[in-house]
């Protein structure tokens, strides 16, 4: 719809994968910046000083940082999506997801392995970051397969939490965990987002292959 003037930055096949995904599940007009790890600073720092994807602008004046923050403004441009959830309480749940997918499952364990150095600054120590984080990633993807119990995280239908999983699922292919055969609850719950327009265009956009279950 004019006058939103939604603005999304993004690293191809990035955590801002899940916040694209439901920027075209609202289907209002929006622009895409594909970044590079390079253009992470300098001229972005007017944008998100924390150096980071997703940031997402709203009318050029205001930036949202922080992924459930991202995806809980692009659900509130379309309340009638519920893309947050139907009821109060699974707003609450996608952002309970949401913070722990962000803080733990992202920020500590995937960045323990891609990004030792944030943990510690002897490089003599990162074998054992790297190690550490893939045991945590080991547990986290047991955690959701436990926690889940259907095709969607929240509720009975299609939310961001979906769409941030099958954003991290992918990683966890990158990283050649046994996905399919470990988390088949998990898997059975992207393969369902895999189907959506959304989310095959999206891939598309970032120039990423559509998805498949290895
Ligand atoms: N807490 C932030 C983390 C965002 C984040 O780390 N994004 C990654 C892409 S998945 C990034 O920008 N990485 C750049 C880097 O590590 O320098 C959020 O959940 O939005």
Redesign the pocket.
């Known amino acids: 719809m004019p006058g939103d003037n939604i603005k999304l930055w993004y690293?191809p096949g990035?955590?801002?994968l899940a916040p694209h995904i439901l920027l075209r599940e609202i289907g209002k007009d929006f622009e895409l910046v594909e970044m590079t790890?390079e253009k992470?600073s300098g001229e972005y720092d007017a944008i998100n000083p924390k150096?980071?994807?997703?940031a997402l602008a709203l009318n050029s004046n205001e930036i949202i940082?922080?992924?459930p923050a991202?995806m809980l403004a692009i659900s509130n441009l379309a309340p009638e999506k519920h893309l947050m959830g139907k009821t109060q309480m699974d707003t609450v749940r996608a952002i309970e997801w949401g913070t722990w997918l962000?803080g733990t499952m992202?920020?500590q364990a995937f960045a323990g392995v891609w990004?030792p150095h944030r943990f510690i600054g002897e490089p003599e120590f990162y074998d054992k970051i790297k190690a550490q984080g893939m045991i945590t990633i080991k547990e986290s993807f047991k955690f959701i397969e436990d926690k889940l119990s259907g095709l969607h995280a929240v509720g009975d239908e299609f939310t961001g939490t979906d769409a941030y999983l099958f954003a991290i699922y992918r990683w966890g292919q990158t990283i050649k965990l046994p996905m399919a055969s470990d988390y088949p609850k998990l898997t059975a719950l992207v393969l369902e987002v895999s189907k959506r327009e959304s989310a095959i265009a999206a891939l598309k956009a970032e120039g990423r292959p559509p998805f498949t279950v290895q």
């Open positions: 690293l990035s955590c801002a790890m992470l150096r980071r994807v997703p940082t922080e992924n991202v962000s992202h920020g990004r």
